[in-house]
């Protein structure tokens, strides 16, 4: 029997086999995984490749770390691209150890996770690929195309064992960076080392408050000095802690003054506790949704009353408490029927007045069928990532797909229609990359990233060749002005440091 190792291995020779056949026809080459993108960044029109099966993960020894590292090797895990957040999960929970943060459900896979920036709303903890140490790439057919990257001032692993997968290594936080968040055009990934840490649990609190307290709270995220408390989370001097977790959800279409939050609140692992599953496991029901979508194509004026009525089933229950892992608490996506969702990045101090604009856009032009939500992201280190402000606040607009009628707006048209209103009040704003949006309108990745954009395409270039930045290419890419390669790059921009 083969090792994993060496099955590893045989599967890198098989990508590079299938670049250089699409490479010798002229033709794009991308990957994909869960299908979970809403946007197009995972099309190619040429040839793809469907990567759910390549799972293996390996575990990081004591041996395998770099001299200089401040990593345990305890909490780091090789994993091949494949593998979904619930697989990884899995594999940490056997060894006593958790992901750091997840996305609100499981089943993305890694390499399509980092590539378009999964993130959940651990405050202090970032988006998935914060939590990601080294990106082993194959970036062309050749030999020497099969690169492992680590940032320079933060090794993890000795270069033994990026030998053992062939590669050659690369340690530079620029590149690095660059490479975290690549919207799948950085080549192949094909595998990644993942930070975790000792197993916790997540105390889930539901409430509804007062919706200025829940604004404020966001603006600031100033849990000690509120009057808002939970009973059981404050410290010695009565303050309220800081949770791991906040969640703010809005119904566009009432306003009632309240508005319903999720707070979670980090916990010591103890094996005994009650199943979380009776509390989380909510659905919406396949037949309300499809009931919805035709009604409101004839009657839109009926889509606020329906939210209404759908609220008990789309809102989690006020009052409802659970405990349990991050992998049992982020748990299976309930809905699988025709979704959208469009998610903003704005800074924290311009959430409300976002919030406002966006749902004033709603009931003006609108109604569309879904719900807001707000959520929270630590600043990211990659270069396009979309958590660039010092805390970021995400606002979600997620709800069933429709389509443009006579009396109902569309969702392109609405999609473009954000970004104008954002722009006219002045307020800067990125855009999740595997959600639903305008992404042909005019300079919109240099109206979010400016500078930002030209460095990740100078690493890029840098990386690629010509040949292979165009086989990594997609419309995506070429939409948004991504896919050109950048000539005037100093030589030594992605040396090993």
């Not at 575990?59 to 770390?65: A, F, G, S, V």
């Not at 976002?354 to 569309?368: A, R, S």
Request: with cysteine; hydrophobic share 35%; aromatic share 12%.
């Amino acid at each position: 029997m083969p090792s994993t190792v060496d099955c590893y291995n045989d599967a890198a020779l098989e990508m590079q086999r299938l670049i250089k056949e699409a490479l010798d026809n002229n033709h794009g080459f991308r990957a994909y995984g869960s299908r979970w993108s809403m946007s197009s960044i995972a099309h190619n029109k040429d040839r793809m490749h469907y990567n759910a099966y390549m799972n293996l993960s390996f575990p990081i020894l004591p041996q395998d770390m770099h001299s200089n590292t401040g990593y345990n090797s305890t909490n780091l895990y090789f994993f091949q691209c494949g593998n979904t957040v619930k697989e990884i999960s899995q594999v940490f929970e056997k060894n006593g150890k958790s992901l750091k943060v997840s996305g609100a459900s499981n089943g993305q896979t890694i390499a399509g996770c980092i590539s378009t920036g999964v993130h959940g709303s651990a405050l202090n903890e970032g988006s998935v690929q914060d939590h990601v140490v080294g990106i082993n790439l194959i970036i062309g057919p050749n030999p020497e195309d099969i690169v492992y990257l680590e940032r320079h001032t933060k090794p993890a692993l000795n270069n033994a064992f990026a030998h053992k997968f062939n590669a050659r290594v690369i340690r530079n936080d620029g590149l690095f960076n660059a490479a975290l968040v690549s919207l799948g055009s950085f080549g192949f990934i094909h595998g990644v080392v993942v930070e975790g840490e000792d197993l916790y649990l997540l105390k889930r609190y539901v409430r509804k408050i007062d919706k200025n307290v829940a604004l404020k709270l966001s603006e600031t995220m100033d849990f000690k000095n509120t009057d808002f408390k939970i009973e059981g989370e404050t410290d010695v001097n009565g303050k309220g802690n800081t949770p791991y977790h906040y969640k703010v959800f809005i119904n566009p279409y009432i306003d009632d003054g309240k508005y319903v939050v999720e707070l979670m609140y980090k916990k010591p692992y103890q094996s005994s506790y009650p199943d979380p599953f009776t509390t989380i496991d909510k659905s919406l029901y396949r037949d309300v949704i499809h009931l919805l979508i035709q009604i409101s194509r004839k009657f839109p004026k009926s889509i606020p009353w329906f939210i209404k009525k759908l609220q008990k089933q789309i809102l989690p229950d006020v009052n409802e408490e659970s405990l349990g892992t991050l992998y049992e608490t982020f748990w299976d996506a309930p809905y699988k029927g025709p979704a959208f969702a469009c998610s903003f990045g704005v800074d924290v101090k311009d959430c409300a007045r976002t919030l406002e604009v966006l749902v004033d856009l709603t009931k003006k032009e609108g109604p569309i069928p879904g719900i807001y939500a707000m959520r929270f992201i630590k600043k990211s280190e990659a270069t396009l990532s979309f958590a660039k402000f010092s805390t970021t606040c995400m606002i979600e607009i997620d709800g069933v797909l429709w389509k443009k009628s006579k009396k109902l707006i569309g969702l392109e048209e609405f999609s473009k229609r954000m970004i104008e209103v954002l722009q006219q009040n002045n307020i800067p704003f990125t855009i999740h990359w595997g959600k639903n949006s305008s992404w042909d309108f005019p300079d919109l990745v240099a109206c979010m990233y400016g500078d930002k954009a030209k460095e990740w395409k100078s690493y890029r270039s840098a990386l690629l060749s010509k040949e292979m930045q165009t086989l990594f290419s997609n419309d995506f890419l070429e939409h948004i002005g991504l896919s050109e390669n950048e000539s005037d790059i100093p030589e030594d921009l992605i040396v090993s440091l």
